[in-house]
Structures are given as C-alpha cells and as structure tokens.
T-cell receptor, first 114, second 110 residues
C-alpha cells in the first residue's frame, strides 16, 4: 500500500483567513515533504521533515508554517496568504533508510486564495 | 541554467510508436534519478527509478549516463493511456530533495 492521503481536496480562502492542510501516511515512512505546484510548472520543494524534525526549509515565506505532530501526520498551516499562493500543494513521503528513497505523492490540495 | 532540463514537447505520436525522452541534470550532488508520470490535475506517480546499468519495466526502458549527466526514457508500443506529462527527477540523496524537470508532454493519438 503506497497511499498518502491529503485533506481537503480543494480549499478557497481569503487573504485574512487561517487554514490548515493535512497529510497522512501509514506506510511507516519517516520522511515527509511539502511541495507546491503552479499550473503548467513542475512541483517545487517547500519543506522536508525527517524523523519528525524539520530538515529543509527552501526559503518559504513565514505565512506557511509546517508541523509534524507524529511520524504519520504532516500539516501545513496557512495565514495571510496572497493570491499568488494559489497552487496545488502536494505532500509526499519516503523511507529514508532505503537506498533509492522513493517519494510517493498524495493527491494534493488545490488551493485558491481570493 | 535549470538543474534538470527536459524538452517540453509536446510529442504527438500514433498508437504503437516508439518515443524517447531525454533529460540532463547539472547538480553533481544528484545521486538518484526517477521518471514520474503526471496526468492533468493529478499528482505525480512514480513510473520507474533509473539506474546506471539501465532498467526495463515492460514497455518502458530507462537509462542513466553519469559521465554525461544524461537520463533517458524509451516507451515502446505506445498506448493511448500513455498520454501524460513525463517528469525527469533528480534527487540529492544527502538532502533528500527532489528536483523536477519541467516535464515532457506526450499525446498518443489513435
């Protein structure tokens, strides 16, 4: 089972709202990731969590705040977003001990900021 | 220069055709390589990992040339269901960060 789930599937929010994106995996993976994908562009890495600790922040603005409550869950808290933040937000997970460390993606949350 | 470069296409091919995609990468710290497939408005799905010895999975063959920093994907006997965007991906294993190429769009026509 290589399933990563994400909720919600779609989210529309105003620039003053606070919302959270959720990601869950039950594959025992110990690395989890957030990517952002704009239309007709490839995914771009935002954050990496390894063993529940933040290991990479790709200079993401502070209006995006990641959280890893446990090894199965990854959240992305959103506050005071801008319309240009509208995108598909993808979560992925992998098992860092494996030699190829393949990342498996969830279906994404399609975010629209008004 | 982009870290991972691909021909964006589109490649329009008839059913049954053989099509080849090429990709180059510039980050010498990249140690693992993959091809992902992405359908419109869906998430990327792993197609195959790429090894220096070359690897084959049914109609799909992937090759890696580390000296030239070049990756390829060959699709034989194309099916309508192969229509998608194919993403060439390099991973810096130390950082566990994936870098995606811009993708090559394939349209297989009846």
């Amino acid at each position: 089972d290589t399933e990563v789930t994400q909720t919600p599937k779609h989210l529309v929010m105003g620039m003053t709202n606070k919302k959270s994106l959720k990601c869950e995996q039950h594959m025992g993976h110990r690395a989890m990731y957030w990517y952002k994908q704009k239309a007709k562009k490839p995914p771009e890495l935002m954050f990496v969590y390894s063993y529940e600790k933040l290991s990479i922040n790709e200079s993401v603005p502070s209006r995006f705040s990641p959280e890893c409550p446990n090894s199965s869950l990854l959240n992305l808290h959103l506050h005071a977003l801008q319309p240009e933040d509208s995108a598909l937000y993808l979560c992925a997970s992998s098992q860092p001990l494996m030699s190829t460390d393949t990342q498996y993606f969830g279906p994404g949350t399609r975010l629209t900021v008004l | 220069r982009k870290e991972v470069e691909q021909d964006p296409g589109p490649f329009n091919v008839p059913e049954g055709a053989t099509v080849a995609f090429n990709c180059t990468y510039s980050n010498s710290a990249s140690q693992s390589f993959f091809w992902y497939r992405q359908d419109c408005r869906k998430e990327p799905k792993l197609l195959m990992s790429v090894y220096s010895s070359g690897n084959e999975d049914g109609r799909f063959t992937a090759q890696l040339n580390r000296a030239s920093q070049y990756i390829s994907l060959l699709i034989r006997d194309s099916k309508l269901s192969d229509s998608a965007t194919y993403l060439c991906v390099a991973m810096d294993t130390g950082r566990r960060a994936l870098t995606f190429g811009s993708g090559t769009r394939l349209q297989v026509q009846p």
